[in-house]
Nanobody, 121 residues
Framework: VQLQASGGGLVQAGGSLRLSCTAS????????MGWFRQAPGKEREFVAG???????TYADTMKGRFTISRDNAKNTVYLQLNSLKPEDTAVYYC????????????????WGQGTLVTVSS
C-alpha cells in the first residue's frame, strides 16, 4: 500500500493550502484515514481523521480552520488548511488505519512520505 502526499508549500499567514493524499487502494477500504503533522523538534501530532462512514474528527487547535474530505473516485483524501498561522509550519503526513484509530498514530499502519507546509509571518 502506498500513500502519496502532495500540496505543501510556502504561504503567508492567513493564507490557505489544500493537501492531497492519493492511495494505491480505495480509501473507503480503510476504517480511518488521517492527517498528522510534525514540526521541527516536536513530536508528530494528530490533525484530522476521517472514517470509512464519513465521520470526521479534529484536533482542538485545528477545529474550524482545517477540513478533511475524501474523493472515493480518485482514492484521494484532502486536507484544506485555512487561516494558516506560523505555528502551523510542519511536515504533514497522511496515514491509513484498518481499525478504529481516531487520533492514535500508533494504530495507523501505512504512512505517506510527508509534505512540507511553511507559513511565513
Amino acid at each position: 500500500v502506498q500513500l502519496q502526499a502532495s500540496g505543501g508549500g510556502l504561504v503567508q499567514a492567513g493564507g490557505s493550502l489544500r493537501l492531497s493524499c492519493t492511495a494505491s487502494l480505495r480509501t473507503s477500504n480503510w476504517h480511518h484515514m488521517g492527517w498528522f503533522r510534525q514540526a521541527p523538534g516536536k513530536e508528530r501530532e494528530f490533525v484530522a481523521g476521517l472514517t470509512w462512514a464519513g465521520n470526521t474528527t479534529y484536533a482542538d487547535t485545528m477545529k474550524g480552520r482545517f477540513t478533511i474530505s475524501r474523493d472515493n473516485a480518485k482514492n484521494t483524501v484532502y486536507l484544506q488548511l485555512n487561516s494558516l498561522k506560523p505555528e502551523d509550519t510542519a511536515v504533514y503526513y497522511c496515514a491509513a488505519a484498518p481499525t478504529d484509530a481516531s487520533g492514535n498514530l500508533n494504530l495507523y499502519s501505512y504512512w505517506g512520505q510527508g509534505t512540507l507546509v511553511t507559513v511565513s509571518s
